[in-house]
């Protein structure tokens, strides 16, 4: 298996989060996801044909927030990894200046939450990102926003065990410098004749 006990538990808390039929499957979406090659193409591609169709829409759904929370990895990462972000007050206002953000300019407060202007940029980049990443899975972007700012939400509640999730689904995210690619072994070999 190459989810752990938490990443499977994220799987389940997103999934309860964003679409509450596809907690049951978490578990093997989340597996489908980390083993990529043709296990993720399978549960991302859209009009996928079998027995019980609405099935395969709950796979697609869970793996796009899957592929949502990849796409954006390295600002929900930086997100969940901010000082700031321990601060309950900081995560209030985060949380209230993320749903303004889509607002019109009309209905929007004067000015944004008191909150660090990193971490409400990161938030911003990591909504804009996700949201993205739905919607070309196929939700509407009012849908696709809604659902990326539960995503949020949700990782934002446990931002330490949150991380380290985010770093399992996200390949770039898990990235740190001088690592190489997660999930490959260096090879070494001579080159010519030596």
Same mark, same amino acid.
């Given at each position: 298996?190459?989810?752990?006990?938490?990443?499977?538990? %994220?799987?389940?808390?997103?999934?309860?989060?964003?679409?509450? #039929?596809?907690?049951?499957? *978490?578990?093997?979406?989340?597996?489908?996801?980390?083993?990529?090659?043709? #296990?993720?193409?399978?549960?991302?591609?859209?009009?996928?044909? !079998?027995?019980?169709?609405?099935?395969?829409?709950?796979?697609?759904?869970?793996?796009?927030?899957?592929?949502?929370?990849?796409?954006?990895?390295?600002?929900?990462?930086?997100? /969940?990894?901010?000082?700031?972000?321990?601060?309950?007050?900081?995560? /209030?206002?985060?949380?209230? !200046?993320?749903?303004?953000?889509?607002?019109?300019?009309?209905?929007?407060?004067? #000015?944004?939450?008191?909150?660090?202007?990193?971490?409400?940029?990161?938030?911003?980049?990591?909504?804009?990102?996700? #949201?993205?990443?739905?919607?070309?899975?196929?939700?509407?972007?009012?849908?696709?926003?809604?659902?990326?700012?539960?995503?949020?939400?949700? /990782?934002?509640?446990?931002? *330490?065990?949150?991380?380290? =999730?985010?770093?399992?689904?996200? *390949?770039?995210?898990?990235?740190?410098?001088?690592?190489?690619?997660?999930?490959?072994?260096?090879? %070494? =070999?001579?080159?010519?004749?030596?």
């Amino acid at each position: 298996m190459l989810a752990d006990d938490d990443t499977r538990q %994220w799987a389940q808390r997103l999934a309860a989060a964003t679409a509450p #039929q596809e907690t049951g499957i *978490a578990d093997g979406v989340v597996e489908a996801y980390l083993a990529g090659g043709a #296990q993720r193409e399978a549960i991302l591609r859209p009009g996928r044909t !079998g027995s019980g169709s609405a099935g395969v829409e709950l796979v697609t759904a869970l793996a796009a927030v899957l592929q949502a929370v990849d796409v954006a990895g390295v600002h929900l990462k930086a997100l /969940l990894d901010a000082e700031a972000t321990g601060n309950a007050l900081n995560l /209030l206002a985060l949380i209230v !200046g993320i749903k303004a953000y889509r607002t019109s300019k009309a209905n929007r407060p004067p #000015q944004d939450p008191p909150v660090d202007p990193e971490l409400a940029a990161r938030a911003r980049a990591a909504v804009d990102r996700m #949201q993205t990443s739905l919607e070309k899975s196929g939700l509407p972007p009012d849908e696709a926003h809604e659902r990326a700012v539960l995503v949020i939400k949700e /990782l934002l509640a446990a931002p *330490a065990s949150a991380a380290a =999730f985010v770093r399992r689904v996200s *390949a770039e995210a898990a990235r740190e410098p001088g690592s190489g690619p997660p999930n490959s072994s260096r090879r %070494w =070999f001579r080159r010519g004749g030596n």
